[in-house]
């Protein structure tokens, strides 16, 4: 992430607005709508990096809970510096409260589950959605993954499990999508079974069947809708690609102090 913020830098060496002066000035950014804050932590990093002295300060904390207009942060130092990198901020911000706040919206549907993040993919995005699903309330369990593409190496879903459970501690997650697949792992020694584009009957049936054996995740596509049915199910995690590819950018504002 640092190498992300640098690159930002980078690209804003140089610029700068003509109506806008070197005097020094204070930045005010809010929220424009209720949710979860999530982001301040990164944007002073990332101001931390550039070559201006500015001065930063947290009006709230990453995770808590922010009414309409209320204050995030605030930084003082040259206005045309500062003018140059806002963009940046509000959008880094607006992001990473948007992820943060549904994760939270989907917890609060959830009577017996939690939220956790499964690290599905290693880029600059996924490394900025992680910590905001953290802010959001999401765990981060450090699992073995068997992917489809293991699953296939090896011929099975249970060897690959038994290989997995040989050669490694973590405790092993491997993914379903269809309630038969269930059926065919329901005695190996996996740890943790996501169920994945299963419809809603499937899911229970699966629930009923486990007993609380393995450990169950929830993924695939689930919309906020689906939480209606699913949220009183008695299972461990759940998790959705929505949170990172879904999730819309807050709306986050600037007021311009003296």
Do not use: W
């Not at 009414?67 to 140059?84: N, P, V």
């Not at 997995?164 to 405790?171: V, Y």
Request: neutral net charge; proline residues 2%.
């Amino acid at each position: 992430m640092l190498r992300y913020f640098e690159t930002i830098i980078e690209s804003l060496r140089g610029k700068q607005n003509p109506m806008v002066d070197n005097t020094q000035g204070v930045f005010y950014l809010f929220s424009k709508e209720e949710g979860i804050v999530s982001g301040l932590d990164e944007i002073q990093t990332l101001l931390n990096l550039y070559d201006i002295e500015i001065a930063f300060r947290k009006h709230k904390n990453n995770g808590q809970s922010v009414k309409r207009g209320e204050i995030l942060c605030s930084m003082q130092g040259e206005k045309a510096s500062i003018y140059i990198i806002l963009p940046t901020l509000t959008y880094l911000v607006g992001k990473m409260m948007g992820i943060a706040s549904l994760v939270r919206l989907y917890q609060s549907k959830l009577q017996y589950a939690g939220i956790i993040d499964l690290n599905e993919f290693s880029t600059i995005e996924t490394a900025i959605s992680a910590k905001a699903m953290k802010d959001g309330g999401a765990q981060n369990l450090d699992l073995f993954k068997l992917d489809e593409t293991l699953i296939e190496l090896y011929g099975n879903r249970v060897l690959a499990i038994e290989k997995a459970k040989t050669i490694q501690e973590k405790p092993v997650m491997v993914e379903i999508t269809d309630i038969q697949q269930f059926y065919e792992i329901d005695s190996t020694s996996v740890d943790y079974i996501c169920l994945k584009y299963l419809n809603d009957e499937a899911i229970r049936r699966i629930i009923l069947d486990n007993r609380g054996k393995k450990r169950l995740i929830i993924g695939g596509l689930i919309l906020p809708q689906r939480l209606d049915v699913i949220g009183s199910y008695q299972f461990d995690f759940l998790y959705t690609s929505l949170f990172s590819n879904a999730s819309r950018i807050y709306d986050i504002g600037v007021k311009v102090g003296v």
